[in-house]
């Protein structure tokens, strides 16, 4: 039986989810014209009125917006309502420079949670499940916004935040977790534990969420393997809400995104022009439905493809691929276009699990990059083969992806350090992005 939170929504024909977009922009875009100085000088700059903006067709000619604009605007340059309207914050954990926050009215939080729930159902979620929330609770958008979700299906939610492993699976364990809703890195360890423990035959999980950093098949396919779950993307970012944008179904092939509450384009990240769908470039966002903090146009910097093929789930909302990369933290080692993602399948289809540490640094005007990997423990134990020759094989294969030599050290199985919420895998010393 095919289950939808908001089957009305959700299986809406396309023409009407566009007309339905339409209204929403032309009303949005006064909104923010009427209540933020910053985008409506921007929109006057770019030659544009609110009265230019008739539907979806005109959205081209709005002006962009990018993360640096929210810093600059920082912290309530880009609210669109009172204070007094607003009922909460979060924020980016972004490491440099000013934090990005985003505000949300009690509509707002709503909506999200609507998303949310969405999500949840589509990965078979209903009021008899107990959904365990390991994202982190706290600015980070994760645990609030999938546990609002969780309420609204009326799962029993269990608000763990992250850390404390052993109490994760002990709760677990006692309270018969069915769904797992936490970052693809933190499941894989969690994985690993369970099964350390001789613990897998005592929980009951059915199906994971998992999202907030990038993950490849094989490794949904390890973890789904390991914990005997059913593993689904989930989708977002701070600045248009958080997780919730766009969500797998059981179909798995892309998530769909949230077509009632946001428009998405594909831009060209060099030129700004709007790609047809199907073609691969950055994704960009704009808030049809938000009150608080409507962004419009706002370039996430995440690479991805859209699809319209009609998908078995009798979900019509646009599809977006696994984000494939990001238009900016993509690193250019020895000239070369570098995404992590590239590495990770790499490692996954030789057999390493997914922890790894990739420190760039630049010696004498050159780049070095140097990738530490964990072995599994079979590899480890496994004395028929050198370390050395691993080496030599993982460099060989990582050349053929990324076009340069990599050196590459393997290391005993749990050294790296694991992450409770998102992994920092990349260690990039050449500082070339700062100012
Ligand atoms: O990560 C929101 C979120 C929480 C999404 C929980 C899913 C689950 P930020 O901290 O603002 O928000 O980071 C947003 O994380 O632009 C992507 O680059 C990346 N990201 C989010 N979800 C995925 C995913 C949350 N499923 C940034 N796959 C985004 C790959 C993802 N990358």
Same mark, same amino acid.
């Given at each position: 039986m095919k289950r939808y939170f908001q089957p009305e929504i959700e299986t809406m024909p396309v023409e009407e989810i566009k007309k339905h977009q339409s209204e929403l922009l032309v009303k949005q875009v006064r909104h923010v014209y009427d209540n933020i100085e910053f985008y409506r000088n921007r929109m006057i700059e770019a030659g544009v009125a609110p009265d230019d903006i008739h539907g979806i067709e005109d959205l081209h000619k709005l002006p962009f917006i990018t993360k640096d604009d929210l810093r600059d605007q920082y912290p309530y340059g880009l609210l669109a309502v009172p204070l007094k309207d607003c009922v909460r914050m979060h924020s980016t954990s972004g490491t440099t420079g000013r934090r990005v926050v985003s505000f949300y009215t009690q509509h707002d939080l709503d909506l999200w949670e609507d998303c949310c729930a969405r999500a949840i159902v589509a990965a078979g979620g209903t009021n008899e499940d107990v959904c365990h929330v390991c994202y982190g609770y706290g600015l980070f958008t994760g645990g609030p916004?999938? =546990?609002?979700? +969780?309420?609204?299906?009326?799962?029993?939610?269990?608000?763990? +935040? +992250?850390? =404390?492993?052993?109490?994760?699976?002990?709760?677990?364990k006692d309270l018969g977790s069915t769904i797992l809703c936490c970052t693809p890195s933190y499941a894989?360890?969690?994985a690993e534990c369970i099964n350390e423990r001789g613990a897998r035959d005592d929980i009951k999980l059915k199906a994971g969420i998992f999202g907030a950093e990038a993950w490849t098949e094989e490794m949904r396919h390890d973890i789904e393997e390991s914990l005997g779950i059913k593993a689904y993307d989930i989708y977002g970012l701070t600045e248009i809400s958080g997780p919730g944008v766009s969500f797998e179904c059981e179909e798995q092939k892309g998530m769909h995104i949230n077509e009632d509450h946001f428009?998405? &384009? $594909? $831009?060209?990240?060099?030129?700004? #022009?709007?790609?047809? &769908?199907?073609?691969?470039? #950055?994704l960009?966002?704009?808030?049809?439905?938000?009150?608080?903090?409507?962004?419009?146009?706002y370039r996430t910097r995440d690479i991805a493809i859209l699809s319209?093929?009609?998908c078995s789930c009798g979900r019509t909302f646009v599809r977006m691929s696994k984000p494939l990369?990001? +238009?900016?933290?993509?690193?250019v080692v020895k000239g070369v276009n570098v995404f992590p993602s590239? $590495? &990770?399948?790499?490692?996954?289809n030789e057999g390493y699990p997914a922890n790894y540490e990739l420190t760039v640094d630049r010696v004498r005007n050159s780049d070095t990059i140097e990738i530490k990997v964990e072995m599994s423990q079979e590899m480890f134990d496994d004395l028929k083969v050198t370390t050395a020759s691993r080496e030599k094989k993982l460099v060989s294969k990582l050349k053929s992806m990324l076009g340069i030599v990599v050196d590459v050290k393997l290391v005993a199985p749990k050294t790296i350090a694991r992450s409770e919420g998102k992994a920092v895998r990349i260690i990039d010393k050449r500082d070339l992005y700062r100012s």
């Open positions: 916004g999938v =546990n609002g979700g +969780s309420h609204k299906v009326g799962c029993l939610t269990l608000p763990m +935040s +992250s850390g =404390n492993t052993d109490r994760q699976i002990q709760f677990m894989a360890y969690l428009i998405a &384009e $594909i $831009i060209d990240p060099k030129t700004g #022009e709007v790609l047809p &769908e199907g073609k691969r470039g #950055e960009v966002f704009t808030c049809i439905t938000k009150q608080a903090f409507p962004l419009l146009r319209r093929k009609p990369g990001r +238009s900016d933290d993509m690193m590239q $590495i &990770e399948t790499v490692l996954m």
